[in-house]
């Protein structure tokens, strides 16, 4: 397993855990009031915050030695990164939308967070597909 296909799989995990850690926290915080009377400001900080520095250490302590990126790695970088940002796109649409529509900021935010979610998760499975099966071309 090169050193990039490592940072795809961590990165692809710590994004899934952050998510699932959040979602929990919002959750059980709503203690059965409706979701938009929530408190998730922190927790979604908390999140974003966390996974940064999660996948800062587990690749500092998981990465290995360092070593040159060729061809290849940057390639399928490249595809795994324009893959992802799809739902960057569609996040950004969908916040800018609901504001127009006046819908409650808790949806906004949560959107917004849960396309920046699926991006990372989508452009992780594309670079681990990639470097398991090759390129298509």
Same mark, same amino acid.
């Given at each position: ?5 490592? =940072? ?5 995990? /710590? ?5 699932? %850690?959040? #979602? *929990? ?46 061809? =290849? ?5 490249? /595809? ?5 940002? %799809?739902? #960057? *796109? ?48």
């Amino acid at each position: 397993m090169t050193l990039e296909e490592r =940072r795809a799989w961590i990165r692809l995990a /710590v994004a899934v855990i952050a998510y699932g %850690a959040y #979602v *929990v926290v919002v959750t059980i915080g709503a203690d059965g009031r409706p979701l938009t009377d929530t408190s998730y400001g922190a927790a979604l900080l908390w999140s974003v915050g966390g996974a940064i520095v999660a996948s800062i250490v587990a690749e500092t302590l998981l990465g290995g030695r360092s070593r040159e990126i060729d061809v =290849r790695d940057r390639e399928i970088g490249r /595809v795994g990164d324009h893959t992802g940002q %799809a739902f #960057v *796109v569609i996040g950004a649409l969908s916040g800018m939308l609901m504001a127009v529509a006046e819908w409650d900021r808790f949806w906004i935010a949560n959107v917004i967070y849960l396309c920046f979610a699926l991006s990372s998760v989508l452009g992780g499975v594309t670079k681990v597909v990639l470097y398991r099966t090759g390129m298509p071309w």
